[in-house]
């Protein structure tokens, strides 16, 4: 046998999808813009690729976040190596501007993001299921 725990597996590219929550006195257009390009280098500094992300705007919380009750909802699709994306968690736990973000991976199975194709490229599977 070899390698035993701390053995390193090869690592793969795999798509993610992060939701970011902003605190609202961060939502002002340079801040919401050098909050994303921070996130973004984090990302591609480490191998991966943003494919998209959508600004989903200032939404009431379900609930009081850090004292706050509106925050500013951000979608960010990439594809990227577990190392990215336990850095980019590590900087989002420690940046004040952030209430709150969630990551989780994507099908397996599937292609990495690419620029070429659109994030959305996948809803036309969908469109019957509008009809029930």
């Known amino acids: 046998m070899g390698g035993g725990p701390h053995a ?3 690592e793969t590219v795999r798509n993610y999808e992060s939701v970011i929550i902003v605190r609202p006195g961060a939502c002002a257009e340079a801040e919401l813009t050098a909050v994303i390009d921070k996130y973004s ?6 191998q991966g690729e943003i494919a998209g ?10 609930y009081p976040i850090k004292k706050e009750s509106q925050g500013f909802y951000l979608l960010v699709r990439f594809a990227g190596l577990p190392d990215g994306i336990k850095e980019m968690e590590r900087l989002l736990r ?3 501007r952030i209430l709150k973000f969630l990551t989780v991976r994507l099908d397996g199975d599937a292609e990495p993001f690419s620029l070429n194709e659109g994030p959305d490229s996948s809803d036309d599977d969908n469109d019957e299921e509008d009809d029930n």
């Open 8 to 10: 390193r597996k090869e």
């Open 41 to 46: 280098a984090v990302i591609t500094d480490h």
């Open 53 to 62: 992300v959508d600004r989903w705007g200032l939404r009431k919380l379900a």
């Open 94 to 96: 420690i940046d004040d």
